[in-house]
Nanobody
Framework: QLTLVESGGGLVEPGGSLRLSCTAS????????IGWFRQAPGKEREGVLC????????NYADSVKGRFTISRGYAKNTVYLQMNSLKPEDTGVYYC??????????????WGQGTQVTVSS
């Protein structure tokens, strides 16, 4: 079983930045599409960004374009979500998910437990 662990969440003021990490235990993520999702209080989960196993990225949400960036750290079995110019509406629980040999529009088989991101003054 692939186990994913998110980290890096916390409290940040509007306009600030956070870098979230998604780390796999016991496996490389080279063959996985990795997606970042979030769920705001009282709202449904939405996709944020995704990195395919081929290295291409997909923006799920137009609201994060130009502010969020996904990247891979293969040696560390880790995928990062760099979040800049954070807004209060970015608040939520952020999850990473993996799809073996899949693409960013397919079903994600493995999910982390999430990390809380709070953007507030």
């Amino acid at each position: 079983q692939l186990t994913l662990v998110e980290s890096g969440g916390g409290l940040v003021e509007p306009g600030g930045s956070l870098r979230l990490s998604c780390t796999a235990s016991g496996f490389t993520l080279d063959y996985y599409a990795i997606g970042w999702f979030r769920q705001a209080p009282g709202k449904e989960r939405e996709g944020v960004l995704c990195s395919s196993n081929g290295g291409t990225s997909t923006n799920y949400a137009d609201s994060v374009k130009g502010r969020f960036t996904i990247s891979r750290g293969y040696a560390k079995n880790t995928v990062y979500l760099q979040m800049n110019s954070l807004k209060p509406e970015d608040t939520g629980v952020y999850y990473c998910a993996a799809h073996y040999l899949g693409n960013c529009l397919g079903r994600f088989d493995y999910w982390g437990q999430g990390t809380q991101v709070t953007v507030s003054s």
